[in-house]
T-cell receptor
Framework: DAGVIQSPRHEVTEMGQEVTLRCKPI?????LFWYRQTMMRGLELLIY????????DSGMPEDRFSAKMPNASFSTLKIQPSEPRDSAVYFC?????????????FGPGTRLTVL | DAKTTQPPSMDCAEGRAANLPCNHS???????VYWYRQIHSQGPQYIIH???NNETNEMASLIITEDRKSSTLILPHATLRDTAVYYC????????????FGAGTILRVKS
């Protein structure tokens, strides 16, 4: 299994531009999570989906952030317009919620720099 | 989810056991203790979890006190590659539940 796949791995953009981060969860997993990590705030959950349905988006900072999961194998996190304070590493994670310990498997992250 | 308290940092000699403590005095009866770690520049990695019994897997052992108010993660023979931030998280093991990460413990394994 290839694990959770995220793209791009690095993104540098200018303030005001739209940014789209992509995630492919592990096949067979039915929950997907988007996290953000900064030095100041640590690792924080932005949003998570169960069976492609958003369950908790209370961590989404503001309306500039949106996330979608059109099918079980793909999710996007979009920032429009981007701001320098959005610079962070964004992680996607997935898990299988039926049976097992519900351990989450994380992708390698996307390092976003907004100039 | 119950709050956890961990020391900010610890050092361990290579080849020795690393014992990482975690306090979770407000844990509820249906909450599990999870441990993850994050090696520099990588995504967090699941290590182990338990409810009330001690658990062991190929990576580590988890010792939970009888009152469940604290636990210890044990890496039996620490290597330089175990240098990472270790997070202790308490949550119910219900499908799809989110993880709430604290600051964790920075473990430095030294040769």
């Amino acid at each position: 299994d290839a694990g959770v796949i995220q793209s791009p791995r690095h993104e540098v953009t200018e303030m005001g531009q739209e940014v789209t981060l992509r995630c492919k969860p592990i096949s067979g997993h039915n929950s997907l999570f988007w996290y953000r990590q900064t030095m100041m705030r640590g690792l924080e959950l932005l949003i998570y989906f169960n069976n492609n349905v958003p369950i908790d988006d209370s961590g989404m900072p503001e309306d500039r952030f949106s996330a979608k999961m059109p099918n079980a194998s793909f999710s996007t996190l979009k920032i429009q317009p981007s701001e320098p304070r959005d610079s962070a590493v964004y992680f996607c994670a997935s898990t299988k919620t039926s049976g097992g310990g519900n351990e989450q498997f994380f992708g390698p992250g996307t390092r976003l720099t907004v100039l | 989810d119950a709050k956890t308290t961990q020391p900010p940092s610890m050092d361990c000699a290579e080849g020795r056991a690393a014992n990482l403590p975690c306090n979770h005095s407000t844990i509820s009866g249906n909450e599990y203790v999870y441990w993850y770690r994050q090696i520099h520049s990588q995504g967090p990695q699941y290590i182990i979890h338990g409810l009330k019994n001690n658990e062991t897997n190929e990576m580590a052992s988890l010792i939970i006190t009888e009152d469940r108010k604290s636990s210890t993660l044990i890496l039996p023979h620490a290597t330089l590659r175990d240098t990472a931030v270790y997070y202790c998280i308490v949550r119910v093991a219900v499908g799809g539940n989110k993880l709430v990460f604290g600051a964790g413990t920075i473990l430095r394994v030294k040769s």
